[in-house]
């Protein structure tokens, strides 16, 4: 069972809130949350479950107040990859991120080329920004893509485009931003067994010996 810690995180933006599942993993996944509701949200939480299951330590940042912009995304996200690299002796990192945590990993991966070799997970993500397309285009290990259907986000082309580069793509279909299903309480409790097996997958098949600096 993972201990409930905190590190010190300090960033741009000043010190960044945290939870930081520690499991005595030998992988750490770096889960940054979208613009509203934390990592707790049932479209992160239950991807996180799944990554604790794999024997992942998780760093999971708090949402922010206000939306920063793009270069204290980075800043920030690259203070919390520094400090949860240094909690542990980690073979692999993962960088996981929601809606708004997708543009810091953007930034981050444009910002730091030897992270495009790292796993990758993008929950609805944002597509039609070009940073975060230029980032998923620069990604030399495939990443696993989750959206709804209904998001505003959600681009055919480009996701036809990451199934072609061998990234692994779930669309929900019905299902907005939040990743549920409006009208639906039953179509959206589904959801979450989707996101865990698709988790449970990807990082089994990514599960790599070699060590991130």
């Known amino acids: 069972m993972p201990v409930w810690d905190r590190l010190d995180v300090t960033g741009e933006s000043g010190p960044i809130g945290n939870t930081f599942l520690r499991q005595g993993g030998s992988r750490l996944a770096v889960v940054l949350p979208g613009r509203l509701g934390g990592w707790m ?11 604790l299951d794999r024997g992942f330590d998780a760093l999971c940042l708090d949402s922010y107040d206000v939306v920063p912009d793009p270069s204290t995304l980075r800043d920030d996200a690259a203070a919390a990859l520094a400090a949860g690299t240094a909690a542990g002796r980690y073979r692999q990192v993962m960088l996981a991120g929601k809606s708004l945590g997708t543009l810091a990993m953007a930034e981050l991966i444009l910002e730091r080329p030897d992270l495009a070799s790292a796993p990758t997970i993008w929950l609805t993500p944002l597509l039609k920004v070009d940073r975060v397309a230029a980032a998923l285009e620069r990604l030399r290990t495939p990443g696993l893509v989750v959206i709804g259907s209904e998001d505003p986000h959600h681009d055919t082309g480009a996701l036809e485009a990451l199934e072609a580069r061998s990234h692994r793509v779930l669309v929900v279909a019905g299902a907005h931003h939040g990743l549920a299903i409006d009208g639906s309480a039953a179509a959206s409790a589904e959801i979450p067994r989707r996101l865990v097996d698709a988790v449970l997958g990807y990082s089994e098949a990514h599960d790599s010996p070699r060590s991130q600096d």
Do not use: D, R
């Open 41 to 51: 949200t049932a479209a992160v939480y239950y991807p996180v479950l799944a990554l």
